[in-house]
């Protein structure tokens, strides 16, 4: 394994590791909930997210586990906006990582409920570190406040609202980009930012790590439509072509794939750029960068 | 009109006052979205979690201005747990404050999208704070916190999720006091809370709060129970009976309509020791006490 590759995986095992001690536990009368939350949270995923705001965060002089509780809070908050997009009455998919989606599993009330449960628990896995002393507070009140502004309106809800609204409607190349900023990019970016943020990093450099994260961000959701049109259903753990059966406008459907690729690699370029010479200068953040954009799954 | 009158048309005029500025505004392509939590939010109400924010701050030597965005805030949550219990996978419930409910104003998806931008603008609104330097970090990170707490798995959703799991089944007093404690208690408490901390106040006081808000939660649910059996759908705004048709257990249901009454009293004289000789000893939450569980709609 490479020198990447290992320091990837150091992060990702530190995820799964810390994961379910922030889960509420225990015979309560709200288990169901509880179980359906953990179902989402822990079914896989890639938690790129969660070594995004690690790496920064230790890039910036930070440690990892000063990181940790935010790393995860972007994890529940991630697994929230999934389990919500496909409810029936969003995108309505029944599969999700291989697995059955958490309301095929536990019926829609009780995703409903996941969801709003791993929202709330990320932020209180953030707020409530106050308790614990190991933070100044306004580490706590600023992290909060970018992932907050993130998911929102502006954000991620935003997103996924123009998304259900252009559903089998053509879309134009500006107003997907704006559509992919605000879904995707904008907690990539949060991520990136709240590591720079728990390390104290100075906003010049928490610009640099949003600059990088936002290019790296548009390049990730690319080669995910670029990957609904060429990999394999066992591969995704979901159904392939499912963009264009659902008459969804893509990056691929728009370009075609070649210059998608392309589009990919000069987002990649751009992201390099804007980490060079900087403390944040690290052969990881240049790696990532490229196995994003070369992943097949 | 009575003092006490006065000072809760104030309070509440100026929480209506405050509420749209916190909304996103503007002609973005997530304005239906904004549209649907508006329609939600600004719907009336009657504004009491808001009001024991604001007059607990008050009382605790605070200003109403430095608690409005908590006040908010708490509205802001309040509001988006009312949509998401009256989707059809939910309570199934078609009109909410004598007005059709948002999934049916604004169909499914873009009610659960509201819900979700209300409980994240309730976040952004109490964290964005942290960028205007008007409080210490650690108020907000701590008023936050609690908000976080009281409306997660081990509160308001935990109560959501014993709500419909028990749908017509029977429940247990102590059960049902379980269920109303963290579906409504736990907001209701922290309300107050919040409005001590924003003001800086001690522990002990907190507790005063807190007990306050317990005491009078629990009446203001029993006081619905009551209603649902003796008042009118023109005064409710919404279907009366409809607990008893849902086959729900209700303290009505439990203990009948006189001995329920009987417990509003017994919690409001327990809120009442609550506060006594003490900063929090007011006029305005005595009778607030008595109005809650003598309200007729």
Redesign the interface.
Known sequence: MSDYGQKFDEYYRAVEEALPAFL?QGD???K???EA?AYSLLGGGKRIRAVLCLAFCELCGGTREAAMPFACAIEMVHAYSLI?DD?P??DDDDLRRGKPSCHIQY????A??A???L???G??TI?????TGKY???V???A??EL??A????GM??????D??HEGKPISAG?LN??HS?KTGALIRASARMGCVVAGAPDDVIARADKYAKNIGIAFQITDDILDVTSTEEKLGKPVESDRQMGKTTYATLYGVEKSRQIVKDLVLEADLSIKGSVLDDPFLYRLADQLAQRDC
Chains 1, 2 share one sequence.
């Open positions: 509420p309560t009368p709200q169901t909930v509880q939350m919500h409810l009455c969003m019926g829609e009330a009780l409903v409920l969801g709003d449960g929202l709330t628990l932020f209180e707020l409530s570190q106050y308790y100044p507070p306004q706590i009140a600023r909060g406040a907050a502004a998911i929102g309106t502006a809800i935003g997103g996924q609202v123009m259900i609204e107003d704006i559509l605000m």
